[in-house]
């Protein structure tokens, strides 16, 4: 196990050379998951979609943990099934096998519905606000993270490969000899919805300039995407890639209103700064663009879909979330710039 270890820390270093945009999903999950390994895992309690709860604390020292983060739009994490499946039915009595939905753009219902189709056996928790994402650095999906019996993390990647499955077995087959202090759970963050005044703080844009949500002068549109929406999901989620590009071209049309400040706000999953200026160049957008690396913002404002479209006000009041585009969104601006 220490071998294995040293092994992944040293890959690690490596990786972070690596510029993002050269980087495939394994070298992102492993360059996010870095600071992790070889730390104590959360002690988080997890509720799945059959309200059982799962105490991970209580695993810590008895089991080794297998933490597979997954969507049902995801074309590599459909391919990933069987391994997933196969590692659960042999899994025996020590390594918990629990496959976690990050939420975005997914609901219960979806997973419900491919649970069915295919089978799956294995216990499924539903990350409807990220915070565990948060805790183990997603980045991109599948997203595999390993805990040894000692309760620290071993290994965080993408790919279904050799890698994973020699994981998998040294964090099975060590013996620990002590167990990990508790780890700190994510801290609570503040949550904004529709009639919550939003406290002044401030993003980063593309071009590094600072964007402060608050203006006393003028409201301010939110508009929450991903780059890969219109491109990716048009084989897995064809009305969901309209629905992003309907939006986008709104707000295109839109966002030259000089009474009203917009600022496109982008998912860090599957998502690079590189990947974000192509994706504004390609589309020609003008409204500054800032790239939520860490989903702190989505989190913030409980935003788990795009496109969605929060509307404040310039005393710095959420007044309304969209989620479509539509004559609905003309009207509100124009209500909105007149406040």
């Not at 160049?281 to 939520?292: F, K, N, R, V, Y």
């Amino acid at each position: 196990m220490r071998r294995l270890l040293a092994l992944v820390l040293a890959l690690s270093f490596m990786l972070l050379a690596t510029p993002l945009w050269a980087q495939s999903g394994q070298q992102r999950a492993e360059a996010a998951g870095h600071s992790l390994i070889g730390t104590p895992a959360p002690r988080l309690k997890l509720k799945t979609i059959d309200g059982q709860t799962i105490d991970l604390a209580s695993l810590y020292g008895k089991k080794a943990v297998y933490l597979k983060f997954w969507a049902t739009w995801c074309v590599p994490c459909r391919e990933q099934m069987p391994h997933l499946e196969r590692t659960f039915e042999q899994a025996g009595p020590d390594l918990a096998v629990i496959a976690i939905d990050v939420g975005f753009d997914d609901s219960v219902e979806e997973v419900r519905k491919y649970q069915r189709a295919v089978g799956l056996g294995m216990p499924i928790v539903f990350d409807g606000d990220g915070s565990l994402g948060e805790a183990f650095h997603l980045r991109v999906t599948p997203q595999h993270v390993v805990i040894g019996r000692d309760g620290r993390v071993l290994y965080i990647g993408h790919e279904a490969n050799a890698k994973l499955d020699a994981a998998l077995l040294a964090a099975r087959s060590a013996t620990p000899t002590a167990i990990a202090q508790a780890a700190q759970p994510p801290k609570d963050e503040p949550h904004y919805d529709v009639g919550d005044s939003v406290p002044g703080f401030t993003a980063k844009t593309l071009d590094g300039k600072a964007f402060p949500l608050l203006d006393a002068k003028r409201p301010t549109v939110l508009a929450f995407l991903s780059p890969w929406c219109e491109s990716y999901l048009a084989t897995s989620r064809p009305g969901l890639a309209q629905s992003c590009r309907a939006m986008r071209e709104q707000v295109t049309a839109l966002s030259g209103n000089s009474r009203v400040r917009w600022l496109g706000v982008a998912s860090g999953l599957w998502a690079s700064r590189d990947d974000l200026a192509k994706y504004r160049d390609e589309h020609h957008i003008s409204m500054p663009l800032t790239l939520d690396d860490s989903g702190a913002l989505f989190r913030r404002f409980r935003v788990t879909h795009v496109p969605t479209l929060l509307l404040l006000d310039a005393q710095g009041r959420i007044v309304r979330r969209v989620e479509e585009a539509g004559p609905s969104l003309g009207d509100a601006l124009k209500t909105l710039s007149v406040r």
